[in-house]
């Protein structure tokens, strides 16, 4: 368990440092294709900003923000084109739902988010492409992890002194997603976007027996992502990687009670059952329930 605890407190950071070192090209990684669908404001003022895995075109009035005290949460919806056949209405719940709980838990480190009432700024966004994981090819993986957690349970070879180990994914099948999202004022005015866009790789994102698996994993780290840019105004794929706090790991991964009391209206994180969840490949929406209005 301790060993499954630390993978998981570590799988954010992990993708950072694969995306540097390029272990994701090395190990096979999906192609993040950016989008511009006409959702957003405005489009005209968003410069790019890349990582290894990750492309995004990104903006933000730091200005304007520093006045911010109070944000609104739109959750976030499938835009028509990726509604289609392939995944469940509760599958698509699950995955937006991730994000949102993401970004409204890095929105609280710095604003008050309200449920009610008139709010400085409102966040919302859209997903506008979704690539499904290809569940005979992440289960490969699975299965092989699981075959050495099982030898070295009756000591067979190499595998008695170890217990679940990571093998990587075939590079074929890996899932991707595309999320346009903006920040807007009480007058509608736009005071930050991004249009961001990642692609799981076979090293370090989880194999499960799903078709929404690594769009699951790539929604959270979208609200992370947009999250920070919004509360600190940094462009967060040029941040400095930090050891996780332990509000964050009580929060984001042990799955116990939001900062912010509105945060509750996304869900508690899957917790131990996740944790456990995920290493026997099970599907997210089996451990995560998605938003409270959604059980």
Sequence with gaps: MRTTLKA??????????????????????????????????????????????????????????????TVRIVPTTFTAAVSGPGVTEQERRVVANAADRALCYELSLRYDVVSSGPADL????????????????????????????????????????????????????????????????????????????????????????????????????FGQDFGSYLATGEDPFESELTLPTYDRVRVTVLGEMPRDPDCQAFGRAPGIDGIIGDSFGAPPDWTDKGPTAGR
Aim: net charge positive.
């Design 8 to 69: 998981a407190l570590n799988a954010r950071a992990a993708r950072r440092v694969a995306a540097v070192a390029g272990l994701a090209v090395l190990a096979g990684c999906a192609t993040p294709v950016l989008t511009q669908t006409g959702l957003l404001a405005r489009y005209d003022h968003l410069t790019p900003s890349e990582a290894t895995a990750t492309k995004s075109r990104i903006f933000i009035d730091k200005g304007a923000m520093a006045q911010v005290r």
């Design 122 to 221: 409102t966040v919302r966004a859209n997903i506008t492409r979704a690539g499904l994981t290809n569940v005979p090819a992440s289960g490969v993986a699975v299965g092989a992890s699981a075959a050495i957690t099982i030898a070295a349970q009756v000591g067979v070879g190499f595998a008695d002194t170890i217990g679940k180990v990571p093998v990587p994914r075939l590079p074929i099948g890996l899932g991707d997603l595309t999320v346009e999202a903006e920040a807007l004022d009480a007058r509608r005015q736009q005071r930050a976007a991004m249009v961001w866009a990642g692609g799981a790789n076979s090293f370090t994102n989880q194999a499960r027996f799903s078709p929404i698996a690594d769009i699951y994993d790539l929604a959270g780290d």
